[in-house]
């Protein structure tokens, strides 16, 4: 006979499982992110090109992941969550935390990429999680590109970021980083040197002069619009 004790038991700990497991994803997103926009070198062999530029890339030109190929999307993360897979397989570490962590991050560029979309080309299910912080929102992922491009680095959930951030994490290690191994930020992405603010005052200027020309522009045809319709 089932124990309905054991059967709730269960259900709640795959759920737990399948909660961490997307924390987790979310958490290994932010430090790759992180490293990637701190110390990745574009000319580093294979990871540099595919990897490390696209991402750095990102900063300067953030709607161009919204044009980007399915593969060039999806390729990278799919193909370390298959490594990933094989190797739990064959360790026999397959279970709700570990297939939940791969499924988040094999998706994990699609979420961040939602937050570049419009809201009408975003799926409604999607809105409505990014609404509610299940899923990265424009208005928290947009704080990564307005600031320095070195605060909310995880790219799936809104509840890693503000923790991480208030407790300036990934400063503590970049400062133990510089002090063992002498390696620092790189300026550009870190936003300390002349030419990223350069580039974050352009990028203002070009924000500033795009959202007040749709406001103009929306602000002449819509009564148009509207006489047309009458
Ligand atoms: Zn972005
Ligand atoms: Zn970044």
Redesign the pocket.
């Known amino acids: 006979m089932f124990d309905h004790m054991d059967i709730v038991l269960s259900a709640a700990m795959i759920v737990a499982q399948i909660g961490l497991g997307i924390l987790f994803a979310d958490l290994m997103s932010g430090i790759v992110h992180w490293y990637i926009d701190t110390y990745g070198d574009p000319k580093t062999p294979i990871l540099g090109q595919h990897v490390y530029w696209p991402t750095i890339n990102?900063?300067a030109r953030?709607l161009d992941?919204t044009r980007a190929s399915f593969w060039s999307r999806y390729g990278p993360n799919l193909a370390l969550s298959l490594v990933f897979l094989a190797a739990f397989i064959a360790l026999g570490w397959l279970n709700a935390f570990t297939l939940s962590a791969l499924a988040t991050g094999m998706f994990a560029s699609e979420i961040?990429?939602w937050?570049?979309k419009p809201k009408r080309k975003r799926p409604p299910l999607v809105h409505w999680l990014q609404r509610r912080g299940v899923l990265l929102s424009p208005k928290e992922?947009w704080q990564?590109?307005t600031h320095a491009h070195n605060t909310r680095y995880c790219?799936v959930t809104n509840l890693l970021n503000p923790v991480i951030d208030r407790l300036r994490l990934f400063r503590l290690v970049e400062g133990c980083v510089e002090g063992l191994a002498r390696r620092k930020p790189r300026d550009e992405i870190m936003g300390i040197g002349p030419l990223a603010r350069g580039r974050r005052i352009m990028s203002r200027a070009r924000r500033f002069v795009a959202a007040h020309a749709w406001q103009a522009r929306r602000a002449l045809t819509a009564p148009l619009a509207r006489r047309v319709l009458a």
Request: proline share 8%; hydrophobic share 10%; net charge neutral.
């Open positions: 990102h900063h953030p992941c961040h990429v937050n570049h992922h990564h590109h790219t």
